[in-house]
């Protein structure tokens, strides 16, 4: 009930005149400093929601004065970034693998670029450091190459792939001598204990010895005479006790029966030739390069 707009005896301070059962309640102002801060963030909304985008529709959202988005944020600092780092790529894109190996500038940038490149789009298959994954996915760090370890031929091997659709894949279709009934069961046993034979892991030296003759028929043009491998045509070494699908019998059967045909992309068709360049050296960088 509304009284008159008294002083307060008890505080010094003024009622705001309303009073219930003889309370009366004092007049105790929002402090200024408190309410011109809450003042100043009611302009900033306003001012923001002008600016930026802020409300969302059923299908959009108001763009904002600035026309400001984080993506388009995202993409300016990129640019920036391609751009700091546009005269290095060209060197590289110019410069052979050879010559980047003995220019410590260029290969700093290989070793950072490279790494963050190689874990992006090849460690999936290759593994972390290019170390390998059982199912034919070959270490990349070691001096066992199946095409070859000079930077030219990882170059080759990086830019076009391997079995794929890009008409410079490198390619290589190991007949699948079960499937296709090129050899009988007992003939494939035979080969596959000489092909376990030559890293010294035979269990039947007799059948190892029939298989000699097979190898030699329909084995040794892709994989050497003595299973040494063969670059230019991709044939793997057989007799290094390093495998792509497993060196246990079955394994190795499996192999000959069917023939594994592993499959790596053409990272030319993907990655500007400046990255692809890149990755080639830091493969050939790894360990093993020739
Ligand atoms: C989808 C899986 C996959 C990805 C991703 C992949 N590779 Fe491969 N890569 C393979 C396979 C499988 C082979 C073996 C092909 C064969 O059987 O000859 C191979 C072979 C290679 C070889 C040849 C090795 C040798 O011994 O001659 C190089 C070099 C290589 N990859 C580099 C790379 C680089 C660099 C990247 C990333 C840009 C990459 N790979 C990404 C699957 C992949
Ligand atoms: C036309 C060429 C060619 C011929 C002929 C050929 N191979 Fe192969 N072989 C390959 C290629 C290429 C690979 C690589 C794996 C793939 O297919 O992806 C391979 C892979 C293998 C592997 C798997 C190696 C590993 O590291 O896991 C074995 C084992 C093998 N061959 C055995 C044989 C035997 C035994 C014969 C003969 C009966 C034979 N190959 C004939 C091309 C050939």
Not at 20 to 30: A, H, Q
Not at 64 to 87: F, H, I, N, Y
């Amino acid at each position: 009930m509304p009284t008159k707009i008294e002083k307060d005896a008890a505080t010094g301070q003024m009622t705001t005149g309303h009073e219930w059962d003889g309370i009366k309640e004092l007049n105790t102002p929002l402090p200024k400093w408190w309410l011109y801060t809450f003042y100043a963030t009611i302009v900033f909304g306003i001012v923001y929601m002008v600016l930026y985008p802020a409300w969302p529709s059923l299908s959009d959202h108001t763009k904002g004065a600035l026309g400001w988005t984080q993506r388009g944020e995202l993409a300016q600092k990129m640019e920036a970034e391609q751009q700091r780092l546009a005269p290095i790529m060209a060197r590289i894109e110019a410069t052979d693998i050879a010559d980047i190996r003995n220019d410590p500038e260029l290969m700093g940038y290989v070793a950072a670029a490279g790494r963050v490149a190689f874990a992006d789009n090849c460690a999936g298959c290759h593994g972390a450091g290019g170390a390998g994954a059982a199912g034919g996915f070959p270490s990349l760090a070691d001096d066992d190459w199946i095409w070859g370890g000079t930077p030219d031929q990882i170059l080759q091997t990086v830019s076009y792939g391997v079995r794929n659709a890009n008409e410079n894949s490198r390619i290589n279709d190991m007949p699948r001598f079960g499937v296709d009934q090129l050899l009988d069961r007992a003939q494939i046993d035979d080969v596959a204990e000489y092909v376990l034979a030559m890293s010294g892991t035979a269990t039947d030296a007799a059948a190892a010895e029939r298989g000699a003759a097979v190898y030699a028929e329909n084995c040794a043009s892709c994989h050497g005479e003595k299973g040494e491998g063969i670059v230019d045509l991709g044939g793997p070494r057989l007799n290094d006790g390093i495998w792509l699908y497993g060196g246990d019998k079955a394994s190795v059967v499996h192999s000959i029966t069917y023939a594994r045909r592993g499959n790596m992309p053409a990272w030319a068709e993907r990655l500007d030739p400046a990255t692809v360049k890149v990755l080639a050296a830091y493969v050939h960088a790894l360990g093993g390069g020739q």
